[in-house]
């Protein structure tokens, strides 16, 4: 099983930024689809960003212009940079990996690598 490690969470106010990094073994990430997810209390797990290996990116509609999503195949890490945060924001950050990116962002069921989790928190 791919070992995620995920950090950069933190607590913020409405309107800054924060960066979260997700650092994962060079086997088999090289290969993979990596991509970042959230869950907020009381609601269920979604995609946030996805970047595959050839450094094709998709973002979820309610973060294009305020998110993206980066990945250093040297540094084995995917990032997320997070601009403009806002309340509804706030949640759990989870890293994933998957063969395929129409497997992470459709598929959460048959995901079988993720990350620990890094809290996000955004204030008024």
């Known amino acids: 099983q791919v070992q995620l490690v995920e950090s950069g969470g933190g607590s913020v106010q409405a309107g800054g930024s924060l960066r979260l990094s997700c650092l994962a073994p060079r086997y088999p990430f090289s290969t993979y689809c990596m991509g970042w997810f959230r869950q907020a209390p009381g609601k269920e797990r979604e995609w946030v960003a996805t970047?595959?290996?050839?450094?094709?990116?998709t973002l979820r509609e309610s973060v294009k212009g305020r998110f993206t999503i980066s990945r250093d195949i040297a540094k084995n890490t995917v990032d997320l940079q997070m601009n403009m945060l806002n309340l509804e924001d706030t949640a759990m950050y989870y890293c994933?990996?998957?063969?395929?990116?129409?497997?992470?962002?459709?598929?959460?069921?048959?995901?079988?690598?993720w990350g620990q989790g890094t809290q996000v928190t955004v204030s008024s």
């Open positions: 994933a990996a998957g063969p395929t990116c129409s497997v992470l962002r459709g598929r959460l069921s048959a995901i079988r690598h």
């Open positions: 970047v595959s290996v050839g450094t094709t990116i």
